[in-house]
């Protein structure tokens, strides 16, 4: 386990070294100070909607970290050259598969609850209320929700260089979010061979919208019943799992590129 | 054996070393000879096609092989974000230190290298010289009794070379057993106990270097000769 945590404390340091969070709740800090003061759609006094628009951006934002930083863990190691120490070491590939997701996720649930926090502070000065209930539900299933990117993006990254991991993780969970929800209704007018790749599609991508408690929290419709978290939570886990499973396989054999890491 | 567009290519092809406690051992060959996929082997990041390579007993595949050794990789590059003593930190962690030895292990090193004076400072201020030596250091935090250098001078100038002579000279005098790869022959020839010469994936010659190298003949003449 010290292993697994030193790896994960490495991706720490480097998330925090290199300012991806700083910039990132600066910028959600200006985009809410923006909201707040224009009065946008003549929004700007209903605080359900700034506290709506802030998870939102809590969502936008910690997915963008979530699978940068884990989709540049693994082959940026291969391109610095740094694997090849690293695994000289009594570390075994998946310590080192693992302490890379527990470090990406852990700095990505700790600048996540940053931004909460953000747009917490926004709301309560303007008045508004979520109940800390409601909130803590949301966050934990969010945190989850991060774990699941994660934990995709290090899979994709272990056949994949940086840039391709990241952009099919980007496709894959915005499909995920945007798509999947609306399959039912598609495959409700459809049949045959079309009905069951849209059923087949429907059980292969991640359910994100289990997660998202979004609009309990902004419209105050309570908490969510606590078998329903609980099997979210279950749902959100056993993907982790799933998904880290398939990236240690991938990485377990895999033959290292010298010519990465010494730029030939 | 490596799958090619050509075919299988044969990286290695029957190699056996003898390497002595407490020995220099350098590895020389012409570029593109086998030496660092012979030490790929040796530490497991790849699988030779036949036989296979134990260290101190266990398989390399096995992390626990690796516990007494300490690898300083071809490439010079490393975590920039950290500083040195982090760096060290970080690595005698891997290997299971703690407290009070690991701190003093990592003074230890850090003095041997003569990187304290800019421990605490970021890597990514370090020169090439003392990025090499912060390299070395956390090659040697967890105290081996096997060292596998890959070409720990190259890119160095003639006082970064000197400075990583004197290392191995004084891992030598601590009993610690160092097998390295160069392209520097004359470096070879100062440092070395025993050194093997690798041509095309198959040895060409293992031995002293004052029993292979004929009277008058330079080192390096030997090697353009056995490795033609």
Known sequence: MT????????????????????????????LLATLVSLNVFGLGGVVSYILHIGLLMTWLFAW??????????????EVRGTVFPLLAKPVTRLELVLGKWLGAWSVVTAALLLFYALVMVVVLARGGYARPLVLAQGFALHSVAVGVMAALAMAFSTRMNHDAAASLSYVVTAASFLVVPRIPAFIAIESGLHANLLMALYNLLPHFEVF???????????????????????????????????????YRHKRFSRAAATNL | MFPSRQGAVRALDGLTLDVKPGQVFGFLGPNGAGKTT???VLLGFINATSGDARLFGANVRESIARQ?????????????????????????????????????RVQEVLDLTGISAVAHRRIATYSRGMMQRANLAQALVNDPDLVILDEPTGGLDPIGRMEIRKIIMDLRSRGKTVFFSSHELSEVELVCDRLAILARGRLVAEGKA?????????????FMRVVA
């Open chain 1, 212 to 250: 998202d408690m979004r609009r309990r929290i902004s419209f105050d419709y309570g908490p969510t019943p606590w078998i329903a978290f609980f099997e979210a939570l279950a749902y959100g886990l056993a993907l982790i799992v799933f998904l880290l499973t398939l990236a240690w396989l991938a």
């Open chain 2, 210 to 222: 004052a029993e292979l190298v004929a009277p008058g003949e330079s080192l390096e003449k030997y």
């Open chain 1, 3 to 30: 292993k697994i945590l030193t790896i994960a404390h490495i991706v720490w340091l480097e998330v925090i070294r290199r300012k991806d969070v700083y910039v990132l709740l600066v910028l959600m800090g200006c």
């Open chain 1, 64 to 77: 963008i970290l979530a699978v940068n930083v884990s989709a540049r863990e693994l082959p940026q190691e």
């Open chain 2, 68 to 104: 007494r050794i300490g690898y300083l990789s071809e490439n010079p590059d490393t975590y920039r974000f950290l500083s040195g003593h982090e760096l060290l930190v970080m690595t005698g962690r891997l290997f299971g230190l703690g407290g009070k030895r690991l701190r003093s």
């Open chain 2, 38 to 40: 012979t030490m790929h």
